[in-house]
């Protein structure tokens, strides 16, 4: 049974049509790399994939509960430390213990450091590390490895093939080479809205809080 699927879905930014007629489907241990020049939808598709926005058309299915969003800001509370913040997130969401997360990102040795004195890279593996303590079977990814040095993109890497391992799933916005030889790669390109046209909002939507 497949933990995300999507038929015929198409998306609006700013209230424009950006990509449309869109179909995949994701099984346990499946993960989906999407590709496309800057501005044509990546992050869009993401956003209305994790329910932060509506679809202007389409279906999309996946279990209540089951998609956890990692977007271009990593999600912290700067007064807390590394493993308040996980501890956080992980009561939040109900799941594991956090002691996996901070291993898989090498965040031990940072594990009583307040958010805000972290680097841009530490912040970005402390943000992805939120991830394992999700439980979510459904990662969406948009540029993960923003901020990362080489080492650090292993550590992630290394984290997403184990999610994958585990029968989790992902779909990835990124140019950058993880590893994955079972991914499929989902160019949207030929999915460009074929015109650009205004789609009306749902009454109370506000897009900048979506």
């Known amino acids: 049974m497949s933990l995300l699927a999507v038929r015929d879905l198409a998306v609006a930014r700013g209230g424009l049509r950006a990509v449309e007629?869109?179909?995949f489907s994701l099984d346990p241990g499946g993960a989906l790399v999407l590709r496309g020049p800057n501005g044509i939808g990546k992050t869009t598709l993401?956003?209305?994939l994790a329910g932060l926005q509506p679809a202007v058309a389409g279906v999309i299915e996946a279990a209540p509960d089951a998609i956890a969003y990692a977007g271009h800001s990593d999600g912290l509370k700067p007064a807390l430390?590394?493993?308040?913040?996980l501890r956080f997130w992980s009561e939040i969401f109900g799941g594991p213990d956090i002691a996996a997360a901070l291993e898989a990102m090498n965040l031990r040795e940072l594990a009583a450091r307040p958010a805000h004195a972290l680097s841009a890279g530490q912040k970005r593996r402390l943000g992805l590390a939120r991830l394992m303590v999700t439980g979510r079977p459904v990662w969406l990814l948009d540029e993960p490895t923003v901020s990362l040095d080489r080492a650090s993109v292993a550590l992630f890497a290394a984290m997403l093939r184990a999610h994958l391992g585990r029968g989790g799933a992902a779909v990835i916005a990124t140019h950058?080479?993880?590893?994955?030889?079972e991914a499929e790669i989902l160019e949207l390109g030929p999915y460009r809205a074929r015109e650009t046209r205004r789609e009306s909002r749902p009454a109370g939507f506000n897009e900048a809080f979506g």
Do not use: A
């Open 21 to 23: 007629g869109v179909s």
């Open 46 to 48: 993401l956003r209305t």
């Open 81 to 85: 430390t590394v493993t308040e913040n």
């Open 176 to 181: 950058i080479e993880l590893g994955l030889p």
